[in-house]
């Protein structure tokens, strides 16, 4: 066996995005300690940062060591007690995902369903919180990462809030993408990824939570079923003043990389990076719509970043042409989960990999697919 | 804010230890697809390099996708459901980490207490066994990053499979350090850490669980407490010949570097390794000796690659000379824990740090603080 040299691929998938070659270079920095005054004040600046982009003046903003799945983990485990009832909304694989988290949790899940490839409808969450008074959250994914649907945070939030009940978000693929509005909104917990539009590895996931969520998990009569994911633990290590708490091993060049990308975010700024996949976007979607593709989500809920197009009737093997995408054409396209597998490609244009050049090449290789 | 640049440290605490430049570099590669196949196949080759390091034929020898303390949950989550009883020993810092873990898992925790820098005591775990039958396994940790003491794995699995239970290995700073001997010694569950001995940035906990141990994940009467940490889904991912089911997206460039620090230990060889620790401490501790220094841990029981020394009395904040020590000579050592907090200093020897020009360093480091 030998050092590994990976290919150089053009990551047009549902994630990991591109990741720039500063990003790159920060991840390699000397590692130092996690308690290292220095790594505070990156944890510090991370922190800031994070609230920038996500809109949000919560103390408690950090990422934690670990990918989205994670981070989903850490918000539903420190907020639901066995014996709670959640309002989980599905119309992907990860509204799913959010419901087997939750009944792991020991709660209730009173599920939403929506069609792949529609967003939630904010009425069924009001018919389910009328009908469930007893319901401590409303949880949803804002940008389905599975069929490209977003959903209106905005209108779900009012409606949880008029219903006193807490509201947790999936904002994996939206942070940075698409406008996301954690304080104004009234979103009380949120996570989100690395590895879409911030353009940095794979690897840990971005949260926040406000004073009513974490008032709810200080309220808590049952420890928190994860000591690694036990807020209540991990916030002694990301706040206050002066010396931290030691709980885990931060991942030290990680945590390098999301701070490179979110400075490269805070240079672009976050209404510009908002508007470049808007923009970008539509020049792909055009170029896909000129080759005749039809999309799964209405144009009215289509996430820029990512689109799922159905794949043509005449293609037999279509997991054949994603490999020769990326062994012809050196590039990443998504596959469809769960019932759409077969049935769609996921395109993402997201973070430093939403530009023409991409576009030019992802059209380029979808083109050849109508030429034999 | 701009661009973080790290300061050079040596690193001589607890972990993270020295990362290699090879290894940084390898970080720094262009990430790829998580499902990509030229990912598997490095997948592939990490488990095979980890399976060499641990001394393992277990088919499930994989890192999970977080810091060592999720490969400890990993274990003890997977294995334990609510109402079993685990006997855990207890001897510093990760023993009791251990017993949270197991408690919230919702198991009964049998505490077998030893003191902080002595080894678990066997004759203790036998009595503990024979006053339990009803135990699933017994839980310990073989090198306590804590305090420094080795504890007599071989014996404690012994006497674990003459009572017909699971053993569960913390082996966080042992492995590559010091033998362990995961098929030969009969452990049926162990975690590690990728920034200690191994020398890689954190952020990833290699395990290996033996037949038996799934054969216990899949007697289970009730899901696994969490989805990320599932071995039964996270099993679907790291094995099988083509494709993999997605479960979470890996941390892609963080495998980078755990599988060149793995091909550097390869080449290397890992019964050098730990002569190298053994050696390399050797003239350490001599050194430390000849300083004045007394050792918490009895020479019988004491971790090369970690070496707890008491502080001198004359010494009335410790804390301000660990920061001269890092400002002044870029050096880190590291504080103690718990109830040996203020009583002691760590100094980890491991992996790409073990060197003499590191011992030299912290010698002249350690010296200074006599002249004053």
Not at 119 to 134: F, G, I, R, S, W
Request: include cysteine; charged fraction near 20%.
């Amino acid at each position: 066996m030998k050092s590994f040299s990976p290919p150089t691929i053009r990551l047009m998938g549902p994630g990991p995005s591109k990741v720039s070659e500063r990003v790159l270079a920060a991840m390699a920095r000397p590692t130092i300690g996690h308690l290292d005054p220095e790594f505070i004040r990156l944890m510090d600046e991370i922190g800031s940062l994070l609230r920038t982009a996500m809109r949000t003046e919560n103390d408690l903003t950090f990422p934690v060591s670990a990918p989205g799945s994670a981070g989903m983990e850490t918000c539903l485990v420190n907020l639901l007690e066995p014996g709670d009832t959640a309002v989980v909304c599905i119309n992907g694989v990860f509204g799913g995902r959010m419901k087997e988290v939750v009944e792991r949790a020991g709660a209730t899940a009173v599920v939403v369903n929506d069609e792949w490839g529609a967003p939630v409808t904010p009425d069924k969450v009001e018919a389910a919180l009328q009908e469930n008074p007893q319901s401590k959250l409303v949880a949803f994914v804002h940008a389905e990462t599975s069929t490209g649907a977003l959903s209106d945070a905005q209108q779900i939030c009012r409606i949880a809030k008029n219903h006193g009940v807490l509201v947790v978000v999936d904002a994996v693929t939206s942070l940075a993408g698409v406008p996301l509005e954690v304080d104004r909104w009234g979103i009380d917990a949120v996570y989100s990824g690395s590895q879409k539009c911030l353009s940095c590895p794979p690897g840990l996931s971005p949260v926040s939570l406000n004073k009513a969520a974490l008032a709810c998990v200080e309220a808590r009569k049952t420890p928190v079923q994860s000591w690694f994911l036990d807020l209540s633990l991990v916030a002694a290590y990301w706040q206050g003043d002066g010396a931290r708490a030691y709980h885990h091993t931060a991942p030290v060049n990680a945590m390098y990389a999301l701070h490179e990308s979110l400075i490269a975010l805070h240079e672009e700024g976050l209404e510009a990076s908002w508007a470049r996949h808007e923009r970008e976007s539509g020049v792909l979607q055009e170029g896909l719509s000129n080759l005749g593709f039809e999309f799964l989500v209405d144009k009215k809920y289509r996430l820029p970043q990512l689109l799922s197009i159905r794949i043509p009737e005449f293609v037999d093997d279509e997991a054949q042409i994603r490999r020769h995408f990326r062994n012809a054409f050196s590039l990443e396209i998504g596959a469809g989960l769960g019932p759409l597998a077969g049935k769609v490609w996921r395109i993402g244009l997201m973070g430093a990999g939403a530009n023409r050049d991409n576009i030019d090449a992802c059209l380029s290789a979808l083109a050849s697919i109508f030429e034999t």
